[in-house]
């Protein structure tokens, strides 16, 4: 049996699905609560009960996908077997559930980019979420049979894989081919390119190159490197 929705839990469904189909249609600048209040059909006091700003309404976004796309994600995990085949599926399935909101997104990067910014993905506000999705990388390297990592790397490589990520969707948010097809042949090119030096990664040769990847990934985390000061 499925337990039954509390009238508020509808509630504040029904507003934060208002409020998604107005940041897509009309953008989050020009989006008000009382817009989004008269769409759901509640109060305005309502609306300000359950989120208590639009960007309360974002955070709760980030978290209804995160939610949304889990059974996705594992069923990716599950019916993949190489590595690269696996981080593939993962981030199709990104590209696959933010479709709908791909200009919604692109409009909110020109406010959310800086880490400052509660909406970023690099925030402190965001750092669950960032992390939750970083331990289906984190998944996928160990299930992994055809790549081994370096041990000073593997705990690391997550964080690389999330950055990387985040790197392709940025470009998918702007790419205008049709269907996004540059995105498409970016990430088969790109993606090969990086399981090829993840392969190659544990040559004693390489050892300097490593531990410069882990610095730039603690450094792109927010801490700081081997040695370096708290000021730095």
């Avoid at 309404?57 to 209804?64: C, K, P, S």
């Avoid at 059974?71 to 993949?80: G, K, N, Q, Y």
């Avoid at 800086?114 to 925030?123: A, G, H, K, Q, T």
């Avoid at 993840?198 to 004693?204: D, G, M, V």
Wanted: glycine fraction near 6%; proline fraction near 4%.
């Amino acid at each position: 049996m499925t337990r039954p929705i509390k009238k508020s839990e509808a509630t504040c469904a029904r507003i934060l699905d208002a409020a998604l189909d107005m940041f897509r249609t009309r953008g989050f600048e020009e989006t008000t609560m009382r817009g989004i209040a008269a769409a759901a059909e509640v109060s305005l006091g309502s609306a300000y009960y359950y989120f208590e700003s639009k960007e309360d309404l974002v955070m709760a976004f980030y978290e209804r996908a995160m939610e949304a796309m889990a059974p996705r994600i594992e069923a990716a995990l599950a019916s993949t077997a190489g590595f690269e085949e696996t981080v593939g599926a993962l981030i199709t399935v990104k590209f696959e559930y933010f479709q709908p909101s791909r200009n919604f997104l692109g409009a909110l990067l020109k406010h959310a980019a800086d880490p400052r910014n509660r909406l970023s993905p690099f925030s402190k506000a965001t750092r669950s979420i960032r992390e939750r999705d970083q331990v289906y990388f984190g998944r996928a390297i160990a299930q992994s049979r055809d790549v081994r990592v370096p041990d000073e790397l593997s705990p690391h490589l997550p964080m690389l894989l999330w950055l990387y990520q985040m790197g392709l969707i940025l470009y998918w948010i702007y790419d205008r081919s049709p269907g996004q097809r540059q995105t498409r042949l970016l990430r088969e090119k790109s993606l090969a390119l990086l399981v090829g030096g993840l392969k190659i990664s544990r040559f004693a040769l390489l050892k300097p190159l490593r531990t410069k990847i882990v610095e730039l990934i603690v450094l792109a985390e927010g801490g700081t490197s081997h040695g370096a000061s708290e000021d730095a």
